[in-house]
């Protein structure tokens, strides 16, 4: 992974690492504070749900007990209905609808004689007709804001006496039965409710019963039916719009509710009434619930975002201002590696970074002073070298063709080896001079229109001995004339270059084949090859590639480096490609 990308990632760690925490912490938080909010919420709906439901039963006997008092009265003053112990059914059923009319939300009215004589019971006729008033017409002043339990309230109610002395009203035993919890729980002068709702002909309905006293003593019960009907819209109201609140008994059944059942995805919370085993069902749907957390983590979500936006955009910016001079730095040092002696950073900076890159092109004038004392050095050698190698050639020459006198066989071989000697000597001090020249900057090129074509044939066929000496084929495929401005002379030297070392590392039976296609010259071999480790350095001056024995090949190691200078003084390129064991290719590709 490159520098750049290192710091990126680093700053944005470093940046974004405290700022997701933080959102991840409001999320938590709000996450908790809107889960509290709910559940007080749904304890208040749950109280206030409790309160009017038990409000509305309460009510229910408080106008229960106002029909006992009255039935009361009636039955000691000696009503018009009775008449020397014979009863008077209808009329008494007609008296009870008086005493409770208006009518409330009992679905039914029964009068019991509870007392040492056989039971009797009268009912009002049942209401088909009931149009389920709202309870809150009905419910008492006083508002029980603590939970009261509802048993305590009723065994507290104050008991109905009257003192008067008149018998006791008898009528035709019906279904009841003095066993029945609505008669029997009132025996002991307490009014009751009953614990579970119970179906009628106009719904649900909460059996209610309380006492019948005639001269203080308890000789009957009242028996209704009060309507859940009522509690439905308390039960709406308590909840508000998007909730579901529901009154349940001890056993899990539904007592009323304030509409449907919500289902699917739902917060729930369920509360005790305070009542026997009665509890309130909150429920709310979760979309609706979390919505204001899903608007914060839409939010946080949307911060980290512009967060990581600018962190990134400054990570970019703080990266390029350390690693472009780095970047800078390393671009000079790869052109020196190349051979331009010549490259500096031009880095101007007060920091750290700025130092470095002014003590690199202070080295790198050092080394340029190096490298042109060198060069002036190796051309001062050369030259010096050139005149006594070429004397040295022409005597040798001399000696060979019998000049001076034959020579013996023996006197040839070793004169044939020295010339081989000083021709690889003057070739290594022309190659020295050339180089030296073109570093300096002292090699001009003499262009002219050429035919690319024509001249690497001409090549082909100087090095054509060559190739069949060492049992190697060498072929050329150029189609038709190619012109381009080039120096020949130079062009002839890159060429020859290149097909000369192709055959020198070709083996005996092997191939190298020459191709021309528009301005490319591509010189290919099935010779040894050059190692993907050696590729770039094959082109540097002096750098030989070592062989498999760890011995070089005779020579300076110039040839290749002074075949890119001067494809490179054209405006061209020298490259290379090899697998080991399976050849090279050389490319140059000419503007």
């Known amino acids: ?139 008492p002043q006083q508002s029980y804001q603590n939970k009261v339990d509802l048993d305590q309230w009723l065994n507290n109610r104050a008991q109905v006496t009257t003192n008067t002395e008149q018998p006791v009203i008898q009528f035709d035993q019906t279904s009841w039965s003095n066993a029945c919890k609505a008669v029997q729980n009132v025996s002991g002068g307490n009014s009751w409710i009953g614990e579970q709702a119970e179906t009628s002909n106009v719904g649900l309905a909460i059996a209610v019963s309380t006492p019948v006293r005639v001269q203080g003593e308890v000789l009957g019960a009242l028996v209704a039916h009060l309507s859940v009907a009522p509690i439905q819209p308390l039960l709406a109201s308590a909840g508000g719009e998007g909730r579901w609140v529901a009154l349940r008994d001890g056993s899990g059944s539904l007592i009323a509710a304030s509409g449907p059942e919500m289902a699917g995805e739902v917060e729930e919370t369920v509360l005790p009434t305070g009542y026997r085993a009665w509890n309130v069902v909150v429920r709310e749907p979760k979309s609706s619930v979390y919505a204001p957390l899903a608007e914060v983590r839409q939010q946080a979500w949307i911060w980290l975002g512009v967060g990581a936006g600018l962190a990134l955009l400054l990570a970019l910016m703080v990266s390029a201002h350390l690693v472009r001079p780095i970047s800078t730095l390393t671009l000079a040092a790869e052109a020196m590696r190349q051979g331009d002696m010549s490259a500096r950073s031009a880095i101007r900076r007060p920091d750290e970074i700025g130092r470095l890159a002014s003590a690199f092109d202070q080295m790198a004038e050092a080394l340029q002073a190096l490298d042109h004392a060198k060069n002036e050095f190796l051309s001062h050698v050369s030259h010096e070298l050139r005149t006594p190698l070429t004397s040295m050639q022409l005597s040798v020459a001399n000696l060979l063709d019998g000049t001076v006198g034959r020579p013996s066989e023996e006197q040839s071989r070793a004169l044939a080896r020295i010339r081989s000697d000083v021709d690889r000597l003057i070739r290594m001090v022309n190659e020295l001079l050339d180089i030296a020249r073109i570093e300096a900057g002292k090699v001009s090129l003499r262009k002219i229109d050429v035919d690319l074509s024509q001249v690497t044939r001409d090549c082909v066929e100087r090095l054509d001995g060559m190739a069949k000496q060492r049992g190697v084929t060498l072929s050329i495929q150029a189609n038709g004339p190619v012109k381009r401005t080039c120096d020949s002379e130079r062009l002839q030297q890159v060429i020859l270059n290149l097909v000369d070392n192709a055959i020198k590392f070709t083996p005996p039976g092997g191939t190298v084949s020459v191709r021309v296609e528009g301005g490319r010259i591509s010189v290919r071999d099935t010779g040894i090859g050059i190692p993907p480790d050696q590729l770039d350095r094959i082109f540097e001056p002096f750098h030989q590639v070592p062989q498999s024995d760890g011995s070089k090949h005779a020579g300076a190691g110039l040839g290749l480096a002074i075949a890119r200078k001067l494809v490179a003084l054209h405006g061209g390129t020298l490259s290379a490609t090899s697998v080991p064991g399976n050849g090279s290719e050389f490319s140059v590709e000419l503007p």
């Open 1 to 139: 992974m490159r520098l750049r990308s290192k710091m990126i990632l680093l700053f944005m760690a470093v940046s974004l690492i405290p700022l997701a925490g933080a959102v991840l912490l409001v999320l938590h938080v709000s996450e908790r504070s809107i889960t509290k909010q709910v559940r007080d919420t749904h304890q208040r709906i749950g109280q206030t749900s409790s309160n009017l439901a038990l409000d509305y039963l309460r009510s229910g006997v408080v106008k229960l007990e106002t029909v006992s008092l009255l039935l009361g009265k009636e039955i000691e003053s000696g009503a018009k209905y009775i008449s020397k112990g014979q009863n008077d059914q209808a009329a008494l059923t007609n008296r009870l609808n008086d005493i409770v009319n208006p009518q409330v939300d009992f679905v039914d009215l029964q009068y019991w004689n509870t007392g040492a004589i056989p039971t009797q019971e009268v009912a009002v006729q049942q209401r088909s007709d009931y149009n389920g008033q709202v309870a809150s017409n009905y419910l």
